[in-house]
């Protein structure tokens, strides 16, 4: 996965400018499946509540970023 970033941030593409070079991919991923949640018969999460589909939106952006710290880890391990 770190490699795909890097490839993003390098190219200067417009991804990189939105998301700051920091974890495109993972940024852009995570957004675009809320986004895709907000599109009528695709909100997998309608019947939570404001509270429970705010903690379960923290808890996959939050798993985003353990790929990304992962993936950076492993670059240093090997």
Do not use: P, W
Request: aromatic fraction near 6%; include cysteine; charge should be negative.
């Amino acid at each position: 996965m770190a490699d795909e970033d890097d490839s993003v941030d390098v190219s200067g593409d417009s991804l990189a400018m939105l998301y700051n070079d920091s974890s495109v991919l993972e940024n852009h991923h995570c957004a675009t499946a809320f986004k895709l949640m907000q599109k009528e018969g695709c909100n997998v999460l309608e019947s939570f509540g404001r509270k429970k589909f705010h903690g379960v939106r923290r808890i996959i952006v939050d798993l985003a970023s353990v790929v990304v710290m992962s993936s950076r880890q492993q670059l240093f391990v090997t």
